[in-house]
């Protein structure tokens, strides 16, 4: 099975496996009808929303699998094309026209920044905006810059991460009227 | 109507800091535009929390200037970088980076601002003559009629976003899961709150879409590992073309504005489609296609002038029904509902004056974004150096407080960081996200409207059917679906063809 059927395999199955759960979920909403049901109660809807999907991620599975038995010894020849982000539309582009948009993904640093935001998010009250977000933009910045850059930025990384929090904390609570958590520092 | 926009334009002249707000709402638009890797929806949830405080007018007309220049300022980077700056962009790099690499980068910058310029005009001069006419028209929709347009708009994004049907109606479906959750519209009982206090408002609509548009790109880039690209050289004099290079570009630029605009009034898809689409028109109805690609003007032209158009066309379902036109509009959406107005068919009753006061900040804003990028061009050039490792971590930190501030309490935070996950999620298993967004937007209209209607008829469903405005949307979503269907069977019968 190739990497795009295996794709739209797992997708089908996580949705089914979704609705099946959401499903199962709208047992317990509660209903309340004092004039006599003539229409549809709090749990209808999403019922529908949960049966339609179940029923289209089963169609999804299912399709797969007969597309995996159709193409299994075929070979994969699709010209390359450019499509907007929504995928509504595709074009070939002109000949020798190449955009130099193609990255390459590194999920350690997706990974991390990820971890970082949870520590972040985390400590934002406790220890409050400035700390956690003085924290959370050194480690952030330091994690996006080049390693051999790192050394040499290191002091204007620090500086400009305490210096921009209380920038926005001035701002943000004497003029824009915002609360923000003082946390360890109130 | 007319009345209304002088007193517009009275309002926002009155007020300087409208206009400092628009001006700078417009080069911030320009230089989220520009660089590659951030975009106009990220411009507008990182500077949402700075219009907290400011008035409804104010604080709306300055991110509608971020959303214009953000769009126009994509050309900068696709013209001298060769990538997009924004996804509306993407043709501009077809033939921009060819005339600068030819040395007439100059020219194709200048050429894309000029396009860009007419483009939004035209947009958002019909978006002015059109949105009050629909809105006294969509005021008479009872719940039978919204019914079918929320389900005309869900299934239309649906079935044009992604290559499959089946993933574009389960991504809509899953976004009303998640919007099905906390107090059930009519009867208010609690639904999957699992017991969990803070669920029972539900997902805040802006911490939703932040997460989804914000987040997720800043998550995806930042695990991006792009060499940084080179800019190339430009020399611009005066406007950067002359008469003779747009003198038979006229109908083009208004072929594609009138792309751009049909584009953009169609749910959920904006810019980033009607570029590509106006730059394939444009080329097959040329007398010399074999050009595309070499570095001619029409290109820039087909591509600036239809992006720009889009943001009129965005606008008109959002602010007669509510439902957004594309990415940018779903979080001015969100601003609108943070600033105390429903977008929607009574919007232009309960707040005439200040949807004026915005009318008119758009049209300032478009002034002000091709002067600003005639005039401000080196400077924006200098931005493209700016790296995104300083700018990433400080638009999270924004959209933090933007979360933060919407109740302040941290559960809304945690839901930014949950849909920014489900957003590159879903990117990666190749999931269209804009038929997830109106999904969640449109789940509660839809839900209240169908058991409004059903009350109103005796459980009668049928009546969807005899009321002319919603069996008209019902035959154009059944229409919308069979076209789908049948391009997505011959395609499938194509490549399998091409296959043996």
Known sequence: MNKELKKELGVGIFFAALSFAYLLGTTFVSTFSPFGNRGL?????????????????ASLIISTCIKYRQTKATTNLKKEQVCDSDEVVC??????????????????????????????FALYQRIGFILSSIFYLIAEIFLLTEKQKRKKWALFIILFSIGVTVLIYVVFTRYLTLFLPRGILG | MFSMLVAGFGSVFTDPLSIIMVFLGTVVG????????????AGLSMFLPVTYAMASGTGLSMLTAIYIGGISGGLISAILLNIPGTPSSIATCFEGSPMAKKGEAGKALGLGVFASLIGTVFGISLMIVLSPTLAALTIKFGPWEYFSVTIFALTLISALCGKSVTKGVLSALFGMMFATVGLSPIDSAKRFTFGYLQLTSGFNLLAVLVGLYAISEVLSTAGSDKPPAKVLAYKMKGLGFSIKDISGQWFNMLRSSLIGLGIGILPGIGGST????AYSVAKNSSKYPEKFGTGIPDGIIASESSNNASIGGAMIPLLTLGIPGDGATAILLGGFMLHGMQPGPL??????ATVYHIFASMILATFFMAIVMYAGMRFFVKILKVPSNILLPLIVVLCSIGAFALNNRVFDMWSLLLFGLIGLAMAKAGIPGPPFILGFILEGAFETNLRRGLEYSNGNFLEVFTRPISAIFLTLTILSLVLTLMRQYQSNKRLASSKN
């Open chain 1, 41 to 57: 109660d709090s749990k209808s809807v999403p019922m529908l929303i949960g049966g339609l999907a179940l029923v289209l991620s």
């Open chain 1, 91 to 120: 074009i070939a582009p002109p000949d020798g026209v190449e955009i130099t948009d193609k990255t390459k993904k590194l999920p350690v640093k997706m990974v991390l920044s990820v971890v970082f935001l949870v520590l972040y």
């Open chain 2, 30 to 41: 320009i230089i989220f535009g520009a660089l590659p890797g951030l975009t106009t929806v």
């Open chain 2, 274 to 277: 009607s570029n590509l689409i």
């Open chain 2, 347 to 352: 919007l232009f009753q309960t707040n005439g």
